[in-house]
T-cell receptor
């Protein structure tokens, strides 16, 4: 079983719609959680951290469920520019080593 | 502000040749990471350094791969000899905390 698992998608989303997807992690000792965004042929970039109480950044909402060991990302009012691969990222080791999921591809269409 | 700098951006080489990838982390960041990304395996951590010292190299595929960080502003990843299965995008990232900032990557093709 992979340490961090994601549905690879693609999620085909009409412009303006809402899309949500999850990521599961295997290590219950996981400490920190993030979502990164990666555009085609570009480097991953930090989108947002995920806090235990859930957090929101504009149209993006992240949630953490420690009991079920998953995190989620919700995108409201999808824009064409939201088309990308979203990488779920977990830290559980001492130090700042991160483990990346395989990514969920989102395609927003007009 | 300059981000993480990697060179070359693209490298095409023949099997058996030595390949050296270079990285300059963001000034002030004390951790540096080398990743490899392929369609099949996704993003894999190869090795990371804290304060120029290798901490975890368990992701290095085999002895053909080596990495060095002679000072806080420079690191290299070397593959010798290279093989076609090494073809991938190699990313360098640096951090001062939990957040890692990635360079643009080196796209390596081994023929």
């Amino acid at each position: 079983r992979k340490e961090v698992e994601q549905d690879p998608g693609p999620f085909n989303v009409p412009e303006g719609a809402t899309v949500a997807f999850n990521c599961t992690y295997s290590n219950s000792a996981s400490q920190s959680f993030f979502w990164y965004r990666q555009d085609c042929r570009k480097e991953p970039k930090l989108l947002m951290s995920v806090y235990s109480s859930g957090n929101e950044d504009g149209r993006f909402t992240a949630q953490l469920n420690r009991a079920s060991q998953y995190i989620s990302l919700l995108i409201r009012d999808s824009k064409l520019s939201d088309s990308a691969t979203y990488l779920c990222v977990v830290n559980w080791a001492a130090g700042n080593k991160l483990t990346f999921g395989g990514g969920t591809r989102v395609l927003v269409k007009p | 502000d300059a981000g993480v700098i990697q060179s070359p951006r693209h490298e095409v080489t023949e099997m058996g040749q030595e390949v050296t990838l270079r990285c300059k982390p963001i000034s002030g960041h004390n951790s540096l990471f080398w990743y490899r990304q392929t369609m099949m395996r996704g993003l894999e951590l190869l090795i990371y350094f804290n304060n120029n010292v290798p901490i975890d190299d368990s992701g290095m595929p085999e002895d053909r791969f080596s990495a060095k960080m002679p000072n806080a502003s420079f690191s290299t990843l070397k593959i010798q000899p290279s093989e076609p299965r090494d073809s991938a995008v190699y990313f360098c990232a640096s951090s001062a905390s939990w957040f890692q900032f990635f360079g643009p990557g080196t796209r390596l093709t081994v023929l």
